[in-house]
């Protein structure tokens, strides 16, 4: 059975935070494609003071429907301060 999405954010973010020992920032998007749910998460890369330099990670993370991790990357980094364009017009 298909998990709810909230449920499978929530499994993404634990398994990806136990894989890479970071702390999670933010859900920054979920969409399902064919066979995969594509979950992109901020993660705490390096903490700073001021938190506002904080260094984050965007990953991307493909769970499949019950959930499972089937692979992660790295997309980005950024500080926490800095805002980011979108690419889309």
């Known amino acids: ?11 993404a973010s634990k398994e990806l935070s136990a894989i890479t020992g970071l702390d999670i920032s933010t859900t920054l998007g979920v969409e399902k494609d064919n066979s995969h749910w594509k979950v992109t998460l901020e993660m705490i890369e390096k903490r700073a003071i001021p ?22 990357k790295r997309k980005g980094l950024r500080k926490r301060m800095d805002t980011q364009e979108s690419d889309e017009e």
């Open 51 to 72: 938190d506002q330099m904080d260094i984050l990670g965007v990953y991307e993370v493909l769970v499949d429907e019950e959930g499972n991790l089937v692979s992660f």
């Open 1 to 11: 059975m298909p998990m709810k999405t909230v449920r499978l954010i929530e499994k």
